[in-house]
């Protein structure tokens, strides 16, 4: 595919008026052609009127032509093959392995919430039949959940796919009957364009209404601010740091009128090992433990970073043994040159941190070296900002006394995950720890590792802030198509007028609540 370089204003290419700037290759540092030009202010003004013209016609659509229109870019993106693998791998120094794994999830997740449309009772439809005889009448009260119109997408820098331009967010809203307005990630702003080209074919073949799909590619925070802040826009979803989703959802918070922000800004995931698991089967949670931290350098928003272990030997051996494994894993270049100055910085003040020993550290090639560290339970309840986040392949292990103090940690702040690794003998201990986790993460593993989630019906990725801004709502499984829609309510409206699901006969067959009870008749 030819790369144009220029942003996707509906069916048309924006011109080449902004500002230029260029992918750049993390392994060598190499300007990578074509250059792109910056989205300008007119350009996401005509964006967003043509989201905001194209909401009406999007949302009446039959629910069968969403459905195509969902599984055709799946069919798209899968059609661009080596090459979108190409680009990603060259903009991202990922491996190609995990390249085309995201593209398969990114497909994956778009055919899965095809369904979801498809079967259609996700809509929640309730319908209380009117009773004219009742003294006061009762009236007929139907009710469903509907689109909330255009929604802003901000694009994830760690993951250029299933995060990104087709991914998660873009493809619940999509569903959910939202037109989108995408913010492409100015470091794979090639493989945002190669994704928005083939949602823009999916678009033509299934005739879906100019200005649905909208994508801006630009460098900088200013289109991102301003995209936000436009009053057509009615919602915003974020995948990233901490600094920019907080910046973000305030602009949303004090708008004219407030829209809803989910942003998804990680965390430190914690790991619990209690002291029959680490007896029974040690090493398996060692070697799951350093991949889970070193996987793709540590750029995943699940990367465990504060592993809770009992003080005595056990607890030493597993430190030393993790060491070892964390320690002898090779350094390898980040996503960019900023992610991976950022991580040297973070690890070299943790090394010169008095509170804090270094346990290991790989040495050797320019890329992330992977660095493994200490300290005591009472040090970090002392010190909460020892449990910050370090976006990259390096984690904290924790000390505890007594279970007490590894439940107040638990409870220190709002997490993606939690995860408890139990043994026989551990049961009370961790009925405990599951019980508080409940409270502070989206997520409760068992004897696994965070990375890697699995999408389907039942997914939580979320959780109480500041993992995200907002704790009721997921960005991954069968519930994330309900943040972009709200319920409205339909009292004594001709039936000629009602949504096809609230019809009289549902003459959509969609699961409805009628009169208090599940069922497909009326």
């Not at 350098?297 to 970073?305: D, I, L, R, S």
């Not at 060491?323 to 090394?351: F, Q």
């Not at 907002?470 to 000629?496: H, I, K, L, N, W």
């Amino acid at each position: 595919m030819q790369l144009s370089g220029q942003s996707i204003i509906g069916t048309r290419r924006a011109t080449a008026s902004g500002g230029v700037f260029y992918a750049v290759n993390p392994r060598t540092g190499e300007r990578l052609e074509p250059a792109f030009h910056s989205a300008g202010d007119r350009d996401l003004d005509e964006a967003v009127a043509l989201a905001a013209a194209a909401a009406g016609a999007y949302r009446a659509l039959p629910r069968s032509q969403r459905v195509e229109f969902l599984r055709e870019i799946a069919a798209q993106l899968e059609s661009l093959g080596r090459a979108l693998i190409e680009r990603v791998t060259l903009e991202t120094a990922l491996s190609e392995a995990r390249a085309r794994g995201e593209l398969e999830r990114t497909a994956n997740q778009l055919r899965f919430l095809a369904g979801i449309v498809e079967e259609g009772s996700w809509v929640d439809a309730r319908i209380d039949t009117g009773d004219a005889k009742r003294k006061p009448a009762k009236p007929d009260v139907r009710s469903m959940l509907r689109p909330l119109g255009p929604v802003a997408i901000f694009c994830a820098g760690n993951f250029p796919l299933a995060f990104s331009v087709a991914g998660g967010d873009t493809a619940s809203a999509l569903a959910a009957g939202n037109p989108v307005v995408v913010n492409a990630h100015y470091s794979h702003p090639g493989t945002a364009e190669m994704c928005g080209v083939a949602i823009a074919a999916a678009a033509r073949r299934a005739m879906i209404p100019d200005g649905v799909f909208s994508l801006l590619i630009s460098r900088g925070p200013h289109i991102g601010q301003v995209l936000v802040a436009h009053p057509l826009i009615k919602a915003a979803a974020f995948t990233g740091s901490r600094t920019g989703g907080l910046a973000l959802a305030e602009t949303a918070r004090s708008r004219p009128e407030p829209i809803p922000f989910f942003g998804e800004m990680s965390g430190s995931n914690p790991v619990f090992v209690l002291p029959h698991a680490w007896a029974q089967r040690g090493d398996a949670i060692v070697a799951g433990l350093a991949a889970s931290v070193t996987g793709s350098v540590g750029q995943f928003c699940t990367k465990p970073g504060l592993v809770l272990v009992e003080e005595g030997r056990a607890g030493d051996a597993l430190v030393v043994a993790l060491g070892r494994e964390i320690g002898g894993t090779r350094p390898a270049p980040m996503l960019n040159a900023g992610i991976l100055e950022n991580y040297r910085l973070l690890v070299e003040a943790r090394t010169r941190d008095a509170r804090v020993r270094r346990v290991a550290q790989a040495a050797g090639g320019a890329g992330a070296g992977p660095a493994l560290f200490e300290t005591d339970a009472d040090t970090l309840l002392g010190n909460p900002d020892l449990a910050a986040e370090v976006f990259g392949p390096a984690t904290l292990v924790v000390r505890y006394r007594t279970l007490d103090q590894a439940l107040e940690i638990a409870a220190m702040e709002g997490n993606l995950t939690g995860t408890v690794h139990a043994g026989s003998g551990d049961e009370e201990e961790a009925a405990r720890l599951a019980a508080a986790l409940e409270g502070r993460v989206g997520r409760i593993l068992f004897d696994g590792y965070p990375t890697g989630i699995e999408v389907c019906q039942a997914m939580v990725h979320g959780g109480p802030y500041p993992a995200t801004t907002d704790g009721r709502s997921t960005s991954v499984g069968g519930r994330a198509v309900e943040r972009f829609a709200r319920p409205v309510c339909f009292q004594d409206v001709p039936a000629s007028l009602l949504p096809e699901e609230l019809r009289p006969g549902n003459p959509s067959g969609v699961w409805r609540r009628v009169n208090g009870e599940m069922t497909m008749f009326e």
